[in-house]
């Protein structure tokens, strides 16, 4: 079992930064491919970026590519989202996610078995 708490999320300007973090308890976390995905106001939530369970593996959606980095701390547990160039149409309620151990990376959401509770990140122009 893992559970997610997400952290870093606000209201920031076009063009800012922010990072966002997720903490996991549970010794699975170091062997779990993690990801982050976004769900914008009347929309589905999408894939943002995911990891490999080594950190050696990225993959990010194109919408994003260039501006976000996604990376992960196995000793503190923590998965981080660096996100830079922000646009008005990043805003969403992100989520990070875990998939169960020693599997891909994916950036299907049903691949995924845990779930943080989500955060606002507002952009604004």
């Known amino acids: 079992q893992v559970q997610l708490v997400e952290s870093g999320g606000g209201l920031v300007q076009a063009g800012d930064s922010l990072r966002l973090s997720c903490a996991a308890s549970?010794?699975?976390?170091?062997?779990?491919?993690m990801g982050w995905f976004r769900q914008a106001p009347g929309k589905e939530r999408e894939f943002v970026a995911t990891?490999?369970?080594?950190?050696?593996?990225?993959t990010y959606a194109d919408s994003v590519k260039g501006r976000f980095t996604i990376s992960r701390d196995n000793a503190k547990t923590t998965v981080y989202l660096q996100m830079n160039s922000l646009k008005v149409e990043d805003t969403a309620v992100y989520y990070c996610?875990?998939?169960?151990?020693?599997?891909?990376?994916?950036?299907?959401?049903?691949?995924?078995?845990?779930w943080g509770q989500g955060l606002q990140v507002t952009v604004s122009s």
């Open positions: 996610a875990a998939r169960s151990t020693y599997r891909a990376p994916s950036s299907l959401q049903s691949e995924y078995a845990f």
């Open positions: 549970g010794r699975a976390f170091s062997t779990s491919p």
């Open positions: 990891i490999s369970w080594a950190g050696k593996t990225t």
